[in-house]
Every structure is written in C-alpha cells, then in structure tokens.
C-alpha cells in the first residue's frame, strides 16, 4: 500500500473532508486511510474502484449517469464483513475496521449502513 | 401524556438501546392504538405481527435488511411488521348491520337493515373488489391511520419507533404470513439511544405552504398566538439543528463502533 497515493485519491480526500476527519490530527487521520488502504490491497483495487464497484450505469448511452448497483454494494458489503473478520484484534476492532471502510463508502454516496459492535 | 405533546414529541428514532426490552404491556397498549383507528365499514384493513429482534433466526433477520434498515434491525428489540389486509371487505354487511342495530348508522342518514342486505353488494363492495387501484387505495389509506395511532402510541409509552420499508419475500412463509396480506411498514420499537429530541423536530413548510381556507388560492394564515400556545404545549418545539447534535452521534457511533 502506497499510503501517498490513497491519502491523495480523491474520493479519500472527499471522504476526509465530509466526515470531518481532516479536523482531527494527523495520526488520527493517516490511521483512518490507512485501514481503507488495507481494505483496498485486500480486494485488490484503489479506492475510487472500490467506489464504482458500487455503482453501475444508469443508462447505455450515458456512461457517466450511474446509479447504485445493488448487486455491487451487496458484494462489497460481504467482502469488507469477511475482511474484517479476518483482521487479527478484539471483535471491537475488527467491527470498527469494517465500519470505517463503510463509511468511506457512504461519504461517496454509497448508501450502506454500518454493522453495530453489540 | 397531552396529546399535543405526544405529537410533538414523535420523531423518526434511528438508535435504540439494543439491551433494554420493551414490556410487553407496551406493546399491547401500541396496537390497541391502532385497534381504536378510524375506519370505513367499520372494516379491518390492517394486520400486524409482533416480532422480537433475538428470537428471529439471524437468517430471517437479514432476510428483512434493505439498505436504510439494516441498522434499525439490530438495534432495535421490537418490531412491528404492518401489512394491509386485502380482504378488507369480507364480512362487510354483517358489520354494517352491527352498527345498524347500535344506532351508529342510523335511517335518518340513509342506513338500514335493506340498504346494507340489498344495496351496499353491488354500490360499494363490488366497485372496491372490481378494482385494484380502490382496493389498494383505500387499504392503504386505512392501514396508515391505523400506523398513525400505533406510531403515536409508542411515543405516548415513552419509547421510541421508526417506520421503514422492508423486504418480506423471505419471512412470510415462515411467518405463516397470508398472501392477501401486503407489506407495509416494519415499526422498529425501543427505548431511544439518541435523546429523544433526537435532534430536534425537523424542520416543516409553514401551514400556508399546503393548507388553504376556503380555496386551493387562499393559504391558510398562522394566527401567531396560537402558534405560541401550540409551542407552549410542546406540538412545536425545537426544530433541528441541535447544537449539540454532532457531538451525540459521534459519541453513539464511538458506541457502536459505527462510521462517522
């Protein structure tokens, strides 16, 4: 994981910026991408694939109109669950993980919702 | 509580106390509510099923997730599943003729014994089983009311409620679920993990906006001094945003574990 260029991906940055983490320190916020970095090596993509994985075209004529994919964020959806459940820590840890990576998601416009630590 | 206060104070709850219960005398205060709802032929139009959260297998609980409840559903340890009962109009004469006899429908508004046995076939029940729009018009409508009072209700007992959409292929034959009966809302019940202003009552067009006297031309006009008095009894409070709001769901999240 090239941790430069995921803090600089613009779907990290917009991420950073809505979620009011670009508030917090550096550390906080270098450990925020850097979960979604590892996210991303996992699955094998950079993150603004991850972000169109979600998504699918609205119409053929017009790539650019998309719509989210509920097949798309379905599969994500499982495959951060098994990312997370693999993740060595307390099952806290491994939740918030998961949870994180969703939340960069939702900062995009993904509508997906976080899985409770209970 | 006051009535105007139960109505100001219901709101869309979003977090439950996952841990804490809801009585089951609650709950039955909650569907009598909607027991008690305004209905025409005096008919019944709305069903319900009463579920809790830790007793539904985990397989039948996802089965219920669609992406805007899929955190409800966890967190919340009640659910009241509302479905319209599409065979509304079954036994709509001999409750007609119940209320006949009780002198609620009355000769001198047209009702009798005759009307209801020879007339009301073919001018009402037949127009509404003819046609599906009316037929699911009108289910809809009723149930709503129905909902309305069951939703106010739970308010009422101190709890918290959310009506969402559900996915129901899954659970209605485990469920014993009839297949006239067509989904309406999942209530989510439970004690609010969020304050209960839960950030504040959300914000509203003013009554001119969708309310007219005497022509859809003429907005209705807000006397100011009602409207205080309706703020005195709590059926307008404070609207969102909450200066605090932020901090709160950050804090429940950190909970939880959940994304900022």
Known sequence: MNIELIRNDPTVQRWLKSAGLLEEDQREIDGHVEVVGEYCDYAGVTPRELVEKCLRPLNSDDPEQREISLKGRREVNTSIQQWSDGLTGTRFMRAIAGNMVRGFLVHNGILIQGNPVL | ?260
Do not use: C
């Not at chain 2, 009966?181 to 209960?196: A, F, Q, V």
């Open chain 2, 1 to 260: 509580m006051e009535f105007k206060q139960v109505v100001g104070n219901r709101r869309t709850i979003r977090f439950f106390k996952p841990w804490r219960p809801v009585e089951k005398e609650k709950i039955q205060a909650i569907l009598e509510a909607a027991n008690r709802s305004s209905r025409s032929m005096n008919a019944d139009y709305v069903k319900a099923i009463v579920v809790h959260r830790d007793e539904l297998s985990p397989e039948l609980r996802d089965s219920l997730r669609n992406p805007t409840t899929t955190l409800s559903l966890d967190l919340a340890p009640v659910y009241i599943m509302w479905f319209i009962n599409l065979k509304y109009t079954e036994g709509t004469k001999d409750r007609l003729n119940e209320l006949v006899d009780h002198d609620i429908q009355v000769a001198s508004q047209g009702w009798s014994h005759a009307y209801v046995d020879e007339g009301i076939q073919k001018t009402v029940i037949d127009k509404i089983e003819g046609d599906d729009f009316r037929l699911n018009w009108m289910g809809a409508i009723e149930s709503g009311q129905a909902i309305a009072q069951a939703l106010l209700a739970a308010f009422d007992e101190g709890l918290g409620a959310a009506l969402h959409n559900f996915a129901d292929a899954k659970i209605r034959e485990p469920l014993g679920v009839p297949d006239h009966w067509r989904r309406s809302w999942i209530m989510m019940l439970g004690y609010p993990l969020e304050e209960p202003e839960a950030g504040g009552q959300r914000p509203r067009r003013p009554l001119s906006d969708n309310f007219f006297w005497g022509d859809a031309r003429t907005p209705f006009e807000e006397d100011p001094e009602v409207t205080q008095h309706l703020k005195d009894e709590g059926l307008i409070q404070t609207p969102s945003p909450l200066p605090w709001r932020k901090a709160e769901i950050r804090a429940i999240n950190r909970m939880l574990g959940l994304p900022d």
